[in-house]
Nanobody, 121 residues
Framework: VQLQASGGGLVQAGGSLRLSCAAS????????MGWFRQAPGKEREFVAL????????NYADSVKGRFTISKYNSENTVALQMNSLKPEDTAVYFC???????????????WGQGTQVTVSS
């Protein structure tokens, strides 16, 4: 499985960005697609996830009500719509694929390259 993340950039606080993760290779309907982020000097943290087959989702408390994860089966793409962005959302964002409905990064086997999101105050 190969994952390609895109859509990062620089935005002012209160603004919006939309990240995309294009998946290729052997995608199983049981896969869970996740977004994680890592700020400088900090550990990688869970942001949101979605199960490919059912569309079930889970979000970190810090992004609930602001971020929305969605999937587009026909395009093998998962998107993360980020609204009301805050400076503390600044990080490198990674998409990942795994089997478990999990918020733990080590449970994801496949990772894309990161995309930088910078929110200015």
């Amino acid at each position: 499985v190969q994952l390609q993340a895109s859509g990062g950039g620089l935005v002012q606080a209160g603004g919006s960005l939309r990240l995309s993760c294009a998946a290729s290779g052997r995608i199983f309907s049981s896969f869970v697609m996740g977004w994680f982020r890592q700020a400088p000097g900090k550990e990688r943290e869970f942001v949101a996830l979605i199960r490919w087959s059912s569309g079930s989702t889970n979000y970190a408390d810090s992004v609930k009500g602001r971020f929305t994860i969605s999937k587009y089966n026909s395009e093998n793409t998962v998107a993360l719509q980020m609204n009301s962005l805050k400076p503390e959302d600044t990080a490198v964002y990674f998409c990942a694929a795994g089997r478990a409905f999990s918020t733990v990064a080590r449970n994801y086997k496949h990772w894309g390259q990161g995309t930088q999101v910078t929110v200015s105050s």
